[in-house]
């Protein structure tokens, strides 16, 4: 059974605080591994999709990394609009289905 | 280009009466997925559909739930009967068959409110 983890749950930064949050998995043949971001009472808007160990993929402050255990999304010198949960999945051979993590709630202060 | 569209946004609904949750995919999308969330909890498979046809539904209660994306017109989750417990946010995702990869497009979710 693919399995999902993400850490840390919740994550407080200043403005221009650079860190990363970690999504750490186990699937059987990994086809994909899928970052969202989720703004409150909203869908989650589609950021990257990984294939395969080594890969790296940016967007604006945003940089995810993907090992054959885990993956990283950096998020650099972060702003307030920043602030949402950021959801991280994996899809693994022979499925149609990704399996979610609970996401990490990221809040930026000013 | 029009993404995922689902509608109602949101849904009031007495105990014991029926649901019906509408979700257009992104324009050439034939691979539908519906999701149910949670306060504070992930999102949790529910089926898979294309068209005219349901792929998986192994996280779709048995009684009550179906649904069914006809060859014309919107996927439908429908729930019958429902219970409070049936209130939640319920989202529908899309996919194009033909990425090696099925990054799925969420739209904006339907949040049903059973009373």
């Known amino acids: 059974e693919d399995q999902v983890t993400q850490s840390p749950e919740a994550l407080r930064l200043q403005e221009g605080e650079s860190s990363s949050l970690n999504c750490s998995y186990t699937?059987?043949?990994?086809?994909?591994l899928f970052w969202y971001r989720q703004d409150p009472g909203k869908g989650p808007e589609f950021l990257f999709t990984?294939?395969?160990a080594g890969e790296e993929k940016e967007k604006e402050r945003l940089k995810a990394t993907l090992t054959k255990k885990e993956s990283f999304l950096h998020i650099t010198a972060p702003k307030p609009e920043d602030s949402a949960t950021y959801l991280c999945a994996v899809q693994g051979g022979g499925s149609y289905i990704p399996t979610f993590g609970r996401g990490t709630s990221l809040i930026v202060h000013p | 280009n029009a993404g995922v569209m689902q509608n109602p946004r949101h849904l009031v609904r007495r105990r014991g009466q029926e649901a019906r949750l509408r979700c257009s995919p992104v324009k050439g999308h034939s691979h539908v997925y519906w999701y149910r969330q949670l306060p504070e909890e992930g999102l949790k498979f529910m089926v898979y559909?294309?068209?005219?046809?349901?792929?998986?539904e192994s996280g779709m209660p048995k009684e009550r739930f179906s649904a069914e994306f006809p060859k014309e017109g919107p996927s439908i989750l429908r729930i019958q009967q429902v219970v409070r417990g049936d209130s939640a946010a319920y989202f529908c995702?899309?996919?194009?068959?033909?990425?090696?990869?099925?990054?799925?497009?969420f739209g904006p979710g339907t949040r049903l409110t059973v009373l």
């Open positions: 995702a899309s996919s194009d068959p033909g990425q090696s990869a099925d990054t799925q497009y």
């Open positions: 559909l294309q068209k005219e046809n349901i792929i998986d």
């Open positions: 699937v059987s043949g990994l086809r994909g």
């Open positions: 990984l294939y395969s």
